[in-house]
Every structure is written in C-alpha cells, then in structure tokens.
T-cell receptor
Framework: AQSVSQHNHHVILSEAASLELGCNYS??????LFWYVQYPGQHLQLLLK??????LVKGIKGFEAEFIKSKFSFNLRKPSVQWSDTAEYFC?????????????FGQGTTLQVKP | DVKVTQSSRYLVKRTGEKVFLECVQD?????MFWYRQDPGLGLRLIYF???????EKGDIPEGYSVSREKKERFSLILESASTNQTSMYLC????????????FGDGTRLSIL
C-alpha cells in the first residue's frame, strides 16, 4: 500500500540548533515529493518540492531536503532553526505521472523551537 | 497568488444535521480536494474533483459526499453529521501538470455535538 511515514512526531529544539526531520515513503513507480509547513493558525504552505534532477532541493526560509531513492527517503533539513520555525511539518508524495496530483501525507511532525 | 477560501473558520453543528462546507478558488484550477486533519493522523483525503461534475473518492469517503457544479467551487457535505466527524477540514486546489503543487485554504474547524 502507498504510504508516507514521518518518524519524529514531536521535536523540541533550541534556537540555532540544526534540524533534520525524517520522511520515508512506500510508493511504486516514480514519485513527486513535497514538504508543507503549517504555522500556528495559518494554512498549509509549500516549503519545497522534488520532481526530478538534483536530489538536493532548496526551499523557502533556508530549508532543504534530500531525495535518496535507494532509501525511499526525503528528509527535511535546516542548519540553524529560529523560534519562528515553530510549526507542524508534513511530508507528502504523489505519483510521478499523476495529473490530478493526488497526495498522500505523512502523520506530521510538530516542531517546537525554544528561544 | 492563489487564494483558496473556505466559508467558515469555525462551525458547530448537532448530530444528525446535514452540514455543508464550501470552498472557492480564484485561479481556474481543474483539481480540487477535501481533506480532514486529525492529530497524529496527518491529512487524509476524503474526495477530490478533477473537473466540473467529476469526482472521485479518496481514502475516507464514508459519511461524506461532494458537489462541484462550477469550476471554482467545491462543496463537502456531511449527510448526517456524527460526533466522529468532529475535525479540521482542509480544502485545496491545484492546476494541471505533474509539477503543480496543491494550495490550501485556512481550514474549517467543525465540531459536532
């Protein structure tokens, strides 16, 4: 079955600490991969996406993610987090040739950054 | 910028009521989606639509129906609301093309008493 798994459900970091959030997927065929963020009280926003090419993808606000095909992973990273990064983060996958863009989401990771 | 507008941020209804959640997008997108978001479960797809009057079931369609009479509007209907449908409901829209991302509304927090 197609699925997305985010291993860390709740992460607490101090400001300036480095961040890595894990995401693994199970999906046959080629995939498109996404990370979305939901700041408190706001709508989901796209952080970054991967479709093809360079497996290291850079997104907004200093975030990046690396697609490792052999590990079925798409981990999110940020070298130095800020208090304003406190949010819920979702990894999602769609089929590589999907025209409807139907997404499968992970369970989400709540990140709390302490000032 | 894409704007996806959900008609209510908060809604309180009673068990057995018929509930309508409305979603409007302003970018002429072909694809629209309804999700519910629950803690620890992420977002789960209820229904989606890839064109006017076209719809497909998602992963958890039971107890829900949808309507898409116009391209910009996608309605989610709870035929007979139950307490286990208390949740945050998110609408999204998306252009065609394999690289297009989904754009989300602010969500409707629905409580069924």
């Amino acid at each position: 079955a197609q699925s997305v798994s985010q291993h860390n459900h709740h992460v607490i970091l101090s400001e300036a600490a480095s961040l890595e959030l894990g995401c693994n997927y199970s999906y046959g065929g080629t995939v498109n991969l996404f990370w979305y963020v939901q700041y408190p009280g706001q709508h989901l926003q796209l952080l970054l996406k991967y479709f093809s090419g360079d497996p290291l993808v850079k997104g907004i606000k200093g975030f990046e993610a690396e697609f490792i095909k052999s590990k079925f992973s798409f981990n999110l990273r940020k070298p130095s987090v800020q208090w304003s990064d406190t949010a819920e983060y979702f990894c999602a996958v769609s089929g590589g040739s999907s025209n409807t863009g139907k997404l499968i989401f992970g369970q989400g990771t709540t990140l709390q950054v302490k000032p | 910028d894409v704007k996806v507008t959900q008609s209510s941020r908060y809604l309180v209804k009673r068990t057995g009521e018929k509930v309508f959640l409305e979603c409007v997008q302003d970018m002429d997108h072909e694809n629209m989606f309804w999700y519910r978001q629950d803690p620890g479960l992420g977002l789960r797809l209820i229904y989606f639509s890839y064109d006017v009057k076209m719809k497909e079931k998602g992963d958890i369609p039971e107890g829900y129906s949808v309507s898409r009479e116009k391209k910009e509007r996608f309605s989610l209907i709870l035929e007979s609301a139950s307490t286990n449908q208390t949740s945050m409901y998110l609408c999204a829209s998306r252009d065609t093309g394999v690289t297009a991302p989904q754009h989300f509304g602010d969500g409707t927090r629905l409580s069924i008493l």
